[in-house]
Nanobody, 119 residues
Framework: QVQLVESGGGLVQPGGSLRLSCKAS????????MAWYRQAPGKQRELVAR???????NYADSVKGRFTISRDNAKNTMYLQMNSLKPEDTAVYYC?????????????WGPGTQVYVSS
């Protein structure tokens, strides 16, 4: 079983920066791709950035040039460096992982971390 836990959210002023982390823990699993999603109130959850185990990366157009996704496979940890934050970045940010275990391959989600961008 695998558990994903996000951290690093909080309140930041427009133009500021935050660094989110997602730590995977447990036993009997491996992870291929990982991704950050976000969901603002009243809106659908959207993909922010995705990174594979081979460090192939894609970003949503709305964050390209401002956010940077990375991962440390030895630590089972993924990061999202968010710069030049805007009020429209306000959302709950969720960690997603493509988990491989004896039970097969499935997507796993963390509980989310809240990001507020406001003055």
């Amino acid at each position: 079983q695998v558990q994903l836990v996000e951290s690093g959210g909080g309140l930041v002023q427009p133009g500021g920066s935050l660094r989110l982390s997602c730590k995977a823990s447990g036993s009997g699993f491996s992870i291929s791709a990982m991704a950050w999603y976000r969901q603002a109130p009243g809106k659908q959850r959207e993909l922010v950035a995705r990174i594979t185990n081979a460090d192939r990366i894609n970003y949503a157009d709305s964050v390209k040039g401002r956010f940077t996704i990375s991962r440390d496979n030895a630590k089972n940890t993924m990061y999202l460096q968010m710069n030049s934050l805007k009020p429209e970045d306000t959302a709950v940010y969720y960690c997603n992982a493509d988990v491989i275990s004896l039970g097969g391959r499935r997507g796993s989600w963390g509980p989310g971390t809240q990001v507020y961008v406001s003055s």
